[in-house]
Nanobody
Framework: VQLVESGGGLVHPGGSLTLSCTAS????????MAWVRQAPGKGPEWVSY????????YYSYSVKGRFTISRDNAKNTLSLQMNSLKPEDTALYYC?????????????????????????RGQGTQVTVSS
């Protein structure tokens, strides 16, 4: 299994970025996927989640209305469109493969835990929002 992120960078507050994650080594179209971020000195947090068909999506409260998760199963690609970026969005962003399909209550109540609720992740791409 390999997950490779791209698209991070330095952006001014209010700006936009689109992150991509290319997956290989597993049947991408049959698994839910998620974006996770970790800021310096803080624990990992879910950013967004999408089921295998793209029919169900979840967002953390802090990004709802600004970020959009999507996937292209034909290209084995997961994306995150990030608009109206804020300095508090600065973090390492990585894509992760959840071990099962999450309910909304689980997503809202549990943090990402490597090996517990996701089994693979990429190396991540840095997003820095600063003026």
């Amino acid at each position: 299994v390999q997950l490779v992120e791209s698209g991070g960078g330095l952006v001014h507050p209010g700006g936009s970025l689109t992150l991509s994650c290319t997956a290989s080594g597993f049947a991408f179209s049959t698994y839910a996927m998620a974006w996770v971020r970790q800021a310096p000195g803080k624990g990992p947090e879910w950013v967004s989640y999408i089921d295998e068909n793209g029919d169900t999506t979840y967002y953390s409260y802090s990004v709802k209305g600004r970020f959009t998760i999507s996937r292209d199963n034909a290209k084995n690609t997961l994306s995150l469109q990030m608009n109206s970026l804020k300095p508090e969005d600065t973090a390492l962003y990585y894509c992760a493969k959840p071990k099962w399909k999450f309910s909304s209550s689980y997503y809202d109540s549990r943090s990402p835990m490597d090996g517990i609720n996701y089994d693979y992740r990429g190396q991540g791409t840095q997003v820095t929002v600063s003026s």
